[in-house]
């Protein structure tokens, strides 16, 4: 008898705000010993590029690097830069793309617009980054204000902005919201009917699914340790990263790769 034949598989890493830039976002070597947020943060971002490079050298070859928003953290003017390793875009690009190009896609990069205020209101920062990735890695890439992706049959849609919840059961209304409209979309001959839809922005991972169908909110690559997170936000944060595997007869399934950060770990004091 026949054995049957194992079908091929493309793998795509979807991925999203790293924030390179600020002193808790993904972080280069070369800047690791910045001594923005004290030695903790030197910790803390030691710890992300240990975990990322885990996870690059497990996830293995991939065919398509999805970078869904906010690869920068700009200026950052409501906390007067006082959290930037540097405030300079055009050098957080770069840190962004020594990020992406961890990666080695053999169908390259799409990248989706963040928002404005992290890179740019009209600058769009982020087009650097994929002209960058384009010149410097040698790869295809691309930037859209929400990507469509075909890999044998799936669709996918990536944007990076929802709404967000303040209760945990509420957080899979926003994306359930986004497949809805992307049906009416879809009716409209506007957009592709979505088999996948990613979201970012809000930073934790979750989602909605139903018959032949997911959206969720990807993990982010930024840490929770910031001056908003930490004082504003009762919210928890999700820190890693999503891959989905595409058979060639279009069968798709997906994985979340999250991780607690021992950085920042709450240690009460002793009295």
Known sequence: MARA??????????????????????????????QIGGPRFVALRAEMWRRYSELVDAIGPVHAVICNGDAIDGTGGRSGGTEQLTPDRD????????????????????????????????????????????????????????????????????????GSSSIPHGRHTAVSREHLWNIMWAERKAQPRGDILLRSHVHYYGGAFGAGWVAMTLPALQSAATKYGGRQCSGTVDWGLVVIDVTDTGDWTWRAHTTELAAVAAVPSKL
């Open 5 to 34: 034949k194992r079908p091929k598989t493309k793998r795509i890493v979807a991925l999203g705000d790293l924030h390179c830039g600020h002193a808790a976002g993904l972080t280069p070597p070369g800047w690791h010993g910045c």
């Open 91 to 162: 050098v957080q690009a770069d840190m962004a793309v020594q990020c992406l190009t961890q990666w080695k896609p053999a169908a390259g990069y799409w990248l989706t617009y963040g928002t404005p205020y992290h890179t740019g209101d009209a600058e769009d920062w982020e087009r650097v980054v994929c002209e960058r990735l384009h010149d410097r890695a040698h790869a295809h890439a691309e930037i859209h204000a929400e990507a469509w992706l075909d890999v044998n049959g799936c669709i996918i849609g990536a944007k990076h902005k929802v």
